[in-house]
């Protein structure tokens, strides 16, 4: 399921104007069953993680970068637009 994850996040970055972010509970929401989206967060966060690492995505949290997951965040297009 981490594989979703990444795609999911990635598909739903594309389908947002550049500037937009995603909220990682969007993505679990996108992959796990209604009532099981809250399990899926583990698999998210470790598939964000990976994103990052490679620098597919940004995170941010209230319009302020971060380096790395920690607390509530964002994620993001790896580049802003100019």
């Known amino acids: 399921m981490t594989v979703a994850a990444r795609e999911t996040t990635l598909a739903l970055l594309a389908s947002r104007s550049p500037d937009a972010t995603v909220c990682p509970s969007e993505v679990a929401r996108a992959i796990a069953p209604k009532e099981a989206w809250r399990d899926a ?9 990976g994103l990052v690492e490679e620098g597919q995505v940004r995170l941010s949290w209230k319009g302020r ?6 607390g509530p965040y964002r994620i993001g297009h790896a580049t802003r637009p100019s």
Request: charged residues 20%; glycine residues 0%.
């Open 41 to 49: 967060m583990p698999l998210v966060h470790a598939a964000i993680d």
């Open 65 to 70: 970068p971060l380096a790395v997951r920690d």
